[in-house]
C-alpha cells in the first residue's frame, strides 16, 4: 500500500493547523504552522487570501484533515466510514469512534507514543499486547473490557519512557485506564462523540461521500 514519506509538516501547512504528526516537536515555536500559516508551495500565499471556498472544497479539506490526523490512506478511511454507515445511530460520529478505537490510536491516548506514527510502529512491530496475545495490526478494534500493555520484554524501551514523561503529553482521556508503572491499560467502555476534544466537522465528510 502507498504511504506517504514527505514532510508531514507541508500535511499541516495545507490543512491550516497543527495536526500533532510530529508528536512533541510540534509544541515548538518553531513549527512551520506557526512561522507560515499558509500552504505549501509556490502559490500558497495566493491560496490562503482567497475568502471564500465552494461547499466541495471544504468538504474535500475537511475530510483530508482527519485522515491525515489519523494516518489512513485513502481505502482505510472510505471502509471505515461505510462501516460506519452500515451501523444504527449518527454515521459522522460512528466514523471518529470507529477511528478513536483503533488500536495505533489508543497506544497513542495512553502515552506509550508521542505521535500516532509512532505508535503504529510500536504495534507493527509487535510490542503491543492486547489481552495477553500479541496484536500488530494497527487498524485493531479495541473493545469495552479489552487490557491494552507494552509486552514484557519492551517496557524500558526509550521511545515508551520518553513519551511517557513528556511535558507536552496529552491528558488522558476519561475511556481509558493507564497503569503507567505497569505499562498497563484498560479500555473502560467505548468512546464517545463527547471523548473526541479535537476540532472535527464530521458532518462535512459525510456529505462528501454521500454525494
Given at each position: 500500500?502507498?504511504?506517504?514519506?514527505?514532510?508531514?509538516?507541508?500535511?499541516?501547512?495545507?490543512?491550516?493547523?497543527?495536526?500533532?504528526?510530529?508528536g512533541?516537536?510540534?509544541?515548538t515555536?518553531?513549527c512551520?504552522?506557526?512561522?507560515?500559516?499558509?500552504?505549501?508551495?509556490?502559490?500558497?500565499?495566493?491560496?490562503?487570501?482567497?475568502?471564500?471556498?465552494?461547499?466541495?472544497?471544504?468538504?474535500?479539506?475537511?475530510?483530508?484533515?482527519?485522515?491525515?490526523?489519523?494516518?489512513?490512506?485513502?481505502?482505510?478511511?472510505?471502509?471505515?466510514?461505510?462501516?460506519?454507515?452500515?451501523?444504527?445511530?449518527?454515521?459522522?460520529?460512528?466514523?471518529?469512534v470507529?477511528?478513536?478505537?483503533?488500536?495505533?490510536?489508543?497506544?497513542?491516548?495512553?502515552?506509550?507514543?508521542?505521535?500516532?506514527?509512532?505508535?503504529?510502529?510500536l504495534?507493527?512491530?509487535?510490542?503491543?499486547?492486547?489481552?495477553?496475545?500479541?496484536?500488530?495490526?494497527?487498524?485493531?478494534?479495541?473493545?469495552?473490557?479489552?487490557?491494552?500493555?507494552?509486552?514484557?520484554?519492551?517496557?524500558?524501551?526509550?521511545?515508551?519512557?520518553?513519551s511517557?514523561?513528556?511535558?507536552?503529553?496529552?491528558?488522558?482521556?476519561?475511556?481509558?485506564?493507564?497503569?503507567?508503572?505497569?505499562?498497563?491499560?484498560?479500555v473502560?467502555?467505548?468512546?464517545?462523540?463527547?471523548?473526541?476534544?479535537?476540532?472535527?466537522?464530521?458532518?462535512l465528510?459525510?456529505?462528501?461521500?454521500?454525494?
Amino acid at each position: 500500500m502507498a504511504r506517504y514519506t514527505g514532510s508531514v509538516c507541508k500535511l499541516c501547512r495545507r490543512e491550516g493547523q497543527k495536526l500533532f504528526l510530529k508528536g512533541q516537536k510540534c509544541y515548538t515555536e518553531k513549527c512551520p504552522v506557526e512561522r507560515r500559516a499558509y500552504p505549501p508551495g509556490q502559490h500558497g500565499p495566493a491560496q490562503a487570501r482567497r475568502r471564500k471556498q465552494s461547499d466541495y472544497a471544504l468538504q474535500l479539506r475537511e475530510k483530508q484533515k482527519v485522515k491525515r490526523m489519523y494516518g489512513l490512506q485513502e481505502v482505510q478511511f472510505r471502509n471505515l466510514f461505510r462501516k460506519a454507515a452500515q451501523r444504527g445511530g449518527v454515521t459522522g460520529e460512528n466514523l471518529l469512534v470507529g477511528l478513536e478505537k483503533r488500536l495505533d490510536n489508543v497506544v497513542f491516548r495512553l502515552g506509550f507514543a508521542s505521535s500516532r506514527n509512532q505508535a503504529r510502529q510500536l504495534v507493527r512491530h509487535r510490542h503491543v499486547e492486547v489481552n495477553g496475545h500479541l496484536v500488530d495490526v494497527p487498524s485493531y478494534q479495541v473493545r469495552a473490557g479489552d487490557d491494552i500493555a507494552i509486552r514484557t520484554t519492551s517496557r524500558e524501551l526509550d521511545l515508551v519512557e520518553s513519551s511517557l514523561t513528556a511535558r507536552t503529553r496529552p491528558k488522558l482521556t476519561e475511556w481509558l485506564t493507564l497503569d503507567e508503572k505497569n505499562r498497563v491499560a484498560r479500555v473502560v467502555r467505548v468512546p464517545t462523540r463527547d471523548d473526541i476534544s479535537m476540532e472535527i466537522q464530521e458532518q462535512l465528510i459525510v456529505e462528501l461521500y454521500s454525494k
